[in-house]
């Protein structure tokens, strides 16, 4: 079992018990009274739940209670939790852990529980050559809506590039020849040549639904680097 990019057994630790969680859902779906049919909308995802059971062991109480000190220490911020015969790691942060003795001299069972959402471990990543109008298909193996990064390189001048299809309508007016335009819809930083730039108009991140997906480059051919980890319910 991984935290991050530690090992437990580098804490005298062992995954013992997994309490997997689905992710959950919020919907504000109503039926307004006399009303023929109901108000339906989409759900929107919520956080998924973990649990992990974490068998510590030592040379006596003090030094158990160290180890147990020392890999609570690494969960104070978000995490990465690959668990052992899991293929996809979940990613989160713990909002509990307890402590139970059962064996003072021997070993202590440390849990943990966390909130957060399940991806893959290995990032997509997929070039290609753009031509303006003409929309390219990316496939998300993933069953969960997933934040895509996109980085472009503008073949040309053009007056407004616009990026369509991932989930949102993004614009950038003014643009040269050579420019390297980023959309992350991870950490929702949008720039153009490294820096924050005004003329990127965008009211929604870009992210991939499950399946094929078309992203579509308007006003100027472009190279395209495409990276994202598939999400998972």
Not at 4 to 11: G, H, L, P
Not at 119 to 128: A, C, G, M, P, S
Not at 160 to 180: H, K, Q
């Amino acid at each position: 079992m991984m935290i991050n990019d530690y090992d437990v057994a580098e804490f005298g630790g062992r995954q013992w018990n997994v309490t997997p969680g689905f992710t959950s859902v919020k919907n504000n779906s109503e039926w307004v009274a006399g009303a023929p049919t109901p108000y339906l909308t989409d759900s929107w995802l919520q956080m998924a739940a973990l649990k992990v059971a974490i068998l510590v062991k030592g040379r006596g109480r003090d030094e158990i209670l160290l180890r147990c000190s020392d890999l609570i220490a690494q969960l104070t911020a978000p995490v990465s939790i690959l668990l052992d015969g899991f293929t996809r790691q979940f990613m989160g942060t713990v909002s509990k852990w307890s402590l139970t003795e059962s064996s003072r001299r021997r070993f202590h069972l440390l849990t943990i529980e966390a909130s957060g959402y399940w991806e893959d471990v290995e990032e997509y990543k997929k070039t290609l050559q753009l031509t303006s109008g003409t929309a390219a298909r990316i496939n998300n193996p993933g069953n969960a809506r997933t934040p895509v990064r996109i980085e472009l390189t503008a073949a040309a001048a053009a007056q407004l590039l616009s990026v369509t299809g991932a989930g949102a309508t993004i614009t950038v007016s003014n643009v040269d020849a050579g420019d390297v335009i980023v959309l992350d819809g991870v950490t929702g930083l949008f720039t153009v040549n490294a820096s924050v730039d005004a003329r990127i108009t965008a009211w929604e991140l870009p992210t991939l639904a499950p399946g094929d997906c078309e992203i579509k480059v308007s006003g100027a051919d472009a190279a395209a680097v495409i990276t994202y980890r598939p999400r998972y319910m």
